[in-house]
């Protein structure tokens, strides 16, 4: 069959856009290659502003470039200087948990962005942000039940940290003598409020932890931690009875946090003996 003169022109019309296109694209992932080559120089010469301009020219080039992505995010979060609360430097740690979201919407799996956002809410003192990161994660049921158990059992120690930092106050804590601590209620009725409710939400948190992974250690050290919370709240109730049985079910989970523990250690024990044995 013949082909008119016209389609045959319509066809090399349309041949020559698309292998255009291809080669606008592969001189693109050259261009962005190169730019990380100089952001990469750059970083490791701690010239990280240079090293970001570098970046995100690559990005400009290759918009779905992965590494750029994520090396933009580093770089940023590189920049946040700990402890210092200078406006500036806060929005810097803003800057990066962006750059790391943008990691996510290309990698949702990337547990670096995800871990790296948390330590950077955790750094600003950002505990609300924090908390509804976390929970995100616990609440996904796309996760493995071993991330969500994490989750909660980070929730579990926002928890009990909420009811320790009241609990352990000199008017709060009284020393009796002979080993013997008496607990008061605080002066303030809001904070007697906040640690039932702390405590209170931090077990469910802790139980739902261990419900999704039994041996999660850090879940079972909470949870005796939170219920040793639980038994000064009863002693600054009156409830000597109630203390007790907070106390005999916090033992129970000491117990079965030292035994995690001690598995762990001997795991890792028998893993360093086995990479030090020659092999056959």
Not at 130 to 148: C, G, V, Y
Not at 181 to 187: E, H, T, W
Not at 243 to 270: H, I, M, N, S, T
Request: with cysteine.
């Amino acid at each position: 069959m013949r082909l008119s003169r016209s389609r045959i022109c319509a066809t090399a019309i349309l041949a020559l856009f698309v292998g255009a296109g291809a080669g606008c694209s592969l001189i693109g992932k050259v261009r962005a290659k190169n730019e990380l080559n100089e952001a990469a120089k750059a970083y490791k010469e701690g010239h990280f502003e240079i090293a970001e301009q570098h970046a995100r020219k690559a990005i400009a080039f290759d918009p779905s470039n992965k590494t750029a992505t994520i090396f933009i995010a580093r770089i940023v979060h590189q920049q946040y200087k700990p402890g210092v609360d200078a406006p500036d430097n806060i929005q810097k740690a803003r800057d990066a948990v962006e750059a790391y979201k943008r990691v996510l919407q290309i990698d949702p799996k990337s547990e670096e962005a995800f871990q790296a956002i948390a330590y950077l809410y955790a750094a600003i003192n950002d505990d609300q942000n924090l908390r509804q990161w976390i929970s995100t994660r616990a609440n996904d049921a796309n996760e493995t039940n071993e991330k969500r158990a994490d989750a909660y059992a980070i929730l579990a120690g926002k928890d009990w940290d909420c009811s320790y930092k009241i609990t352990e106050l000199p008017e709060v804590k009284q020393i009796a003598g002979e080993g013997k601590v008496n607990y008061q209620k605080p002066k303030d009725a809001k904070d007697f409020d906040n640690i039932q409710k702390c405590v209170t939400r931090g077990l469910e948190e802790a139980e739902t932890a261990i419900k999704y992974d039994p041996n999660n250690e850090k879940a079972w050290s909470y949870k005796t931690n939170l219920l040793v919370e639980a038994g000064k709240i009863a002693l600054m109730n009156g409830d000597t009875a109630k203390a007790g049985e907070y106390e005999k079910q916090a033992e129970v989970a000491r117990k079965r946090d030292a035994e995690l523990v001690e598995a762990e250690r001997k795991r890792q024990e028998a893993a360093e003996a086995a990479a030090a044995s020659p092999t056959p």
